[in-house]
């Protein structure tokens, strides 16, 4: 009996004794609250837990603001016309057809409004492929139809996919987490700036985690990148969100958020259970 399948058989039994959160696969971190997730009938952002995130909710903010001060704006202008130029209160109409301030007005502020914009909507496109020095790299690739996580300093690979429904509880799930939850979760340090590189290994996928702000597209042959660094241990859910073939739905994201000294219990863990090895290990072999 493999160390996964013995991981998965105590966690069924821890279940039925305490019922714990999240008691999964041997040396997998356990007992995290769930912050990153949908909620039935939400229409607000998932909360924000990385500084990307929390720009960009500011952003979607203001934005919404010019929105309805312009919708109100629009409004008002035709409830003008409604009620004040009808046939009834203006029965002899005028014939003009031009004025040329009100056509410069409605071409210049709608310009000026764009720029306003564009000009705090770049800087935030911008800081999302401005990486800082990274202390973790972890190489995402989207297949069909599943992921499969790189950690490339430590030579690990593993897949993630989707937990079947009669397997979530004894995975310590809810039932309300199908299609969210995975067999395997991608683990990180808790503040640690994680580069994330993505790349398809057969078609286009999209690599999303609206909690940390992140989505990018998975192209076959090329790499590309992003980073975030998550501000609260928790367990953070995503989706593939790029139309990938008939299991697209069926293609979720599990990140889990741990301190330091839990992200390395399970770096070891996992160097032994997937392969790999740790470059201090590796020089001192040298």
């Not at 609260?232 to 741990?258: A, R, W």
């Amino acid at each position: 009996m493999t160390k996964q399948w013995i991981g998965r058989a105590t966690g069924v039994l821890a279940g039925l004794v305490a019922a714990p959160v999240f008691a999964q696969s041997s040396g997998e971190p356990q007992n995290l609250p769930i912050l990153g997730a949908p909620t039935p009938g939400g229409i607000n952002h998932q909360i924000a837990a990385t500084e990307l995130a929390h720009d960009i909710h500011w952003l979607s903010g203001g934005i919404h603001a010019i929105m309805i001060v312009i919708v109100l704006f629009v409004t008002a202008l035709l409830g003008i016309v409604i009620f004040r130029f009808n046939s009834r209160a203006n029965p002899t109409p005028a014939r003009f057809t031009h004025n040329t301030k009100l056509e410069i007005a409605w071409t210049l502020i709608p310009v000026l409004i764009l720029i306003v914009i564009g000009s705090f909507s770049l800087p935030i496109l911008f800081k999302q492929l401005e990486i800082p020095e990274a202390d973790i790299t972890i190489k995402a690739t989207g297949n069909q139809w599943y992921w499969s996580y790189e950690y490339p300093d430590y030579e690990m690979t593993f897949d993630s996919l989707l937990l079947p429904k009669d397997d979530l509880a004894s995975y310590g799930y809810d039932d309300d987490l199908y299609l969210l939850a995975t067999d395997t979760s991608m683990v990180v340090p808790v503040g640690a700036v994680v580069k994330m590189q993505m790349t398809g290994a057969d078609v286009i996928h999209s690599w999303t985690v609206p909690a940390f702000g992140v989505k990018l597209d998975a192209v076959p042959g090329r790499l590309a990148e992003t980073w975030f660094a998550a501000e609260e241990e928790g367990v953070y859910f995503g989706q593939c969100s790029e139309l990938c073939g008939k299991d697209h739905s069926y293609m979720p994201i599990t990140v889990k958020v741990v301190s330091q000294e839990a992200y390395e219990k399970w770096l070891d863990w996992a160097i032994d259970e997937y392969g790999g090895t740790r470059p201090e290990n590796v020089a001192m072999n040298n």
